[in-house]
């Protein structure tokens, strides 16, 4: 069913750089596999106000995550710092788009405050892309972990970054914090970066990932594929490839679902036996932990993968 008017008018007020892209059509039906409980619930709407109430934002409810329900019944919530307004405009993210606002001081402590407060052992931090901030928003990541560790100093923590792209001595801020998990998404295939991800370059992005392990080996590196953009298998594995020559131990590989008629269309649905095959194939290159279904996503269950992470490196060097 095509989406109104008036849904189109909010989806190109949303995103205003996407505004002049030919309208794509959403498609409505979707495999059995993709579909999922709306969040309701009590402990939904408990999350939600916590969230309110700090001001804070996640990538659960601004990137629309399918998996925000069963996350949320469980106070499960993924941070979004440095503001609810990226300076780039992917054309897969449902993140707006625009001129974003200062950067709000209190942030890293009320992160660290929603933490404790949803009970929460391990901790996922992303953010908008800062192009505007000299650093990019690292001192902010960094701040925030430190904020994390002073309130919760059993906690581990996982930081899902932009690629700092032009922003010498950035990601050294993020790493000097001691993230447990530094994670960046490579999102494509490096063909479909002019369309899809066109403000990102995709050797910058490998190069950060291996730079990461050069700086310290004991944080764990992580990034992740969307399938159905319309690249191939054999390019699947060739990044599976490059992100094994940077020695990144963990890979998540999820379903693309199309958020408005302005981004890209849904290439294919890929079948929860493909995914299971691009594990297999993962596994077979040697990272540590491989996570790969259609609701797969980069936060989704982080804490229990982070536990079999730790037991695969302890595993490794046994």
Known sequence: MPQTDTAQNQAAARHPEKAHRPDQPVQRQKPDWLRVR??????????????RDLKLHTVCEEAACPNIGECWKQKHATFMILGSVCTRACAFCNVATGLPQKLDPH???NVAEAAARLGLHHVVVTSVDRDDLDDGGAEHFARTIRALRARLPNCTIEVLT???MRKKGAMEVVVDARPDVFNHNLETVPRLYPTIRPGARYFTSLQLLSRVKELDKTIFTKSG???GLGEEDSEIYQVMDDLRMAEVDFITLGQYLQPTPKHAAVQRFATPDAFSGYAQMARGKGFLMVSS????????????DFTKLKAARLAKGA
């Open 225 to 227: 594929l969307m399938v």
């Open 38 to 51: 709306a969040p309701v619930g009590n402990q939904v709407a408990e999350t939600q106000a916590l969230l």
């Open 162 to 164: 932009p690629d700092f």
């Open 107 to 109: 942030e890293p402590d």
């Open 293 to 304: 279904s259609p609701l797969t996503r980069s936060s989704h269950h982080a804490g229990d």
